[in-house]
């Protein structure tokens, strides 16, 4: 399935936290950054698969509960020295 590449708002919007919290989520390595360098803004998207959803009200879509925070992405095993 494709990626569907959504802005640090939306991000937001979708998981019920605060736009500094998914920065942070992609600093941990929790969420990957894409760069669009055609966007004005800051260029940064994120994949919808990786973000969490949060619970909303079905009628007026005001926020239940904020999403959990993400697992860490699968990372390359470190070498024993």
Known sequence: MPEQLITEDLAAYWTGRPA??????AAEG???????????????????????????????RALITPAETPPLLDQAPLLAA
């Open 30 to 60: 929790r969420l990957t950054r894409h760069q669009d360098r055609a966007r004005r803004r800051n260029g940064v998207l994120y994949d919808l698969a990786e973000l969490p959803e949060a619970k909303r009200d079905k009628d007026t």
């Open 20 to 25: 500094t919290t998914i920065r942070r989520w």
